[in-house]
Antibody
Framework: QVQLQQSGAELAKPGSSVKISCKAS????????ISWIKQTTGQGLEYIGY????????NYNEKFKGKATLTVDKSSSTAFMQLSSLTPDDSAVYYC????????WGQGTLVTVSS | DIQMTQSPSVLSASVGDRVTLNCKAS??????LNWYQQKLGEAPKLLIY???NLQTGIPSRFSGSGSGTDYTLTISSLQPEDVATYFC?????????FGSGTKLEIK
């Protein structure tokens, strides 16, 4: 069965970076793009962007350009999202989701930015 | 960006009721509209994709309809396990956008 397993919660200081992983299983990794989504209580769900898992090509929501960097390791069927120059506004649950019909989501990774 | 407006923001209904949730896009999204259910502490779960296609394993009491800018999720007979927040999501135009959700409660 299709599964997306995300890395664990992160506690980070303002100004630092974190890198979240999303390991896929149960399907051919390079057949589907991976998308990333941010969820906060205040802003709701926001679409960050996607990565072409075959070519590594990316497309970012303008709002997240410079904040998020998406990469992929085909050898381990894992997608990554690095968030840089963290501020408290980056505190959120981040999800990866498989493109197609966006049916499959990871369990979410909580990122807390606090000094 | 396409704005997705969901109504109502909170809906309280009784078990067995027919429930209708609405989602209005700020422009035509050509039926590229998904509905998700999210329970507390869980990831969103796909219920309906592309307006009216029931995702595998989802009970048939859930259905979707709509076109253009106006879309609806209907629960034909509300069950206690349907308590959740429901989100719509358009994947027609960049950037993809979500509605702000309808919180469904049991009376």
């Amino acid at each position: 069965q299709v599964q997306l397993q995300q890395s664990g919660a992160e506690l980070a200081k303002p100004g630092s970076s974190v890198k979240i992983s999303c390991k896929a299983s149960g399907y051919t990794f390079t057949s589907y793009y991976i998308s990333w989504i941010k969820q906060t209580t205040g802003q709701g769900l926001e679409y960050i962007g996607y990565i072409n898992t075959g070519s590594g090509g990316t497309n970012y929501n303008e709002k997240f350009k410079g904040k998020a960097t998406l990469t992929v390791d085909k050898s381990s069927s894992t997608a990554f999202m690095q968030l840089s120059s963290l501020t408290p506004d980056d505190s959120a649950v981040y999800y990866c989701a498989r493109a197609g019909w966006f049916a499959y989501w990871g369990q979410g990774t909580l990122v807390t930015v606090s000094s | 960006d396409i704005q997705m407006t969901q109504s109502p923001s909170v809906l309280s209904a009784s078990v067995g009721d027919r429930v209708t949730l609405n989602c209005k896009a700020s422009q035509n999204i050509n039926k590229y509209l998904n509905w998700y259910q999210q329970k507390l502490g869980e990831a969103p779960k796909l219920l309906i994709y592309n307006t009216n296609n029931l995702q595998t394993g989802i009970p048939s009491r859930f259905s979707g309809s709509g076109s253009g800018t106006d879309y609806t999720l209907t629960i034909s007979s509300l069950q206690p396990e349907d308590v959740a927040t429901y989100f719509c999501f358009q994947h027609n135009s960049w950037p993809l956008t979500f509605g702000s959700g309808t919180k469904l409660e049991i009376k």
